[in-house]
């Protein structure tokens, strides 16, 4: 099994604060994708990345994968409670997704 | 927007007892997935399913388990004599050809 270790696993922060959350294995991943999940629901998919060194931006979220496709991040831009939530990371090198334990965030007002 | 439709939304059964837990993927995918998430714990792959068999299973997936598309549109887990263990979120995810996964919004499985 491949494994994802996510840091921090918790992160509390105030409105308008920028952050950063990692996603990390030893392995190689063909793709990996991020979601976030509210409590009770499944998760959602923010966004795929499949090539070394790609960057991607969704609003004030930006996702960078690493060269050697074995790790990646999440920055958050001037963070807002919408923001609250659990984000997973998941890696894939088969038809089987392997998920981290996620990050949980809360965006205080 | 299309989505991944679960049912029941919660399920409560007796330990032994054999439960069925449904999904209705997006039409046009190609893709099918079972994933748990026991309380507290990462979501868990279970089986994947892909030109009516199945394509690739973990090791929690065992003889109790078994998957079925019995009409194009449904995609059901059985889970055939239920341990308190198994107690967990079931999702059920699809896709078509590219990487991203929809997911349903579970069923929450209690055994008792």
């Known amino acids: 099994t491949q494994l994802l270790e996510q840091s921090p696993q918790f992160l509390s922060i105030q409105e308008g604060e920028n952050l950063t959350v990692y996603c990390n294995s030893s392995?190689?991943?063909?793709?990996l994708q991020w979601y976030r999940q509210e409590p009770g629901e499944g998760p959602v998919l923010l966004v795929t990345?499949?090539?070394?060194?790609e960057v991607k931006k969704l609003k004030r979220l930006t996702f960078q994968f690493g060269d050697a496709r074995k790790d990646s991040s999440l920055h958050i831009t001037a963070a807002q409670p919408g923001d609250t939530g659990l984000y997973l990371c998941?890696?894939?090198?088969?038809?089987?997704?392997?998920f981290g334990k996620g990050t949980s965030l809360l965006v205080t007002p | 927007e299309p989505e991944v439709t679960q049912t029941p939304s919660h399920q409560v059964t007796q330990m032994g007892q054999e439960v069925i837990l449904r999904c209705v993927p997006i039409?046009?995918?190609?893709?099918f997935y079972w994933y748990r998430q026991i309380l507290g714990q990462k979501v868990e792959f279970l089986v994947s399913?892909?030109?009516?068999?199945?394509?690739?299973k973990s090791e929690i997936f065992d003889d109790q388990f078994s998957v079925e598309r019995p009409d194009g549109s449904n995609f059901t887990l059985k889970i055939r004599s239920t341990k308190l263990e198994d107690s967990a979120m079931y999702f059920c995810?699809?896709?078509?050809?590219?990487?991203?996964?929809?997911f349903g919004s579970g069923t929450r499985l209690t055994v008792v």
């Open positions: 995810a699809s896709r078509a050809l590219t990487y991203g996964y929809t």
């Open positions: 392995s190689v991943f063909s793709s």
């Open positions: 990345v499949v090539t070394g060194g």
């Open positions: 998941a890696g894939g090198s088969g038809y089987a997704l392997n």
């Open positions: 039409s046009n995918h190609l893709y």
């Open positions: 399913f892909y030109n009516n068999e199945i394509s690739e």
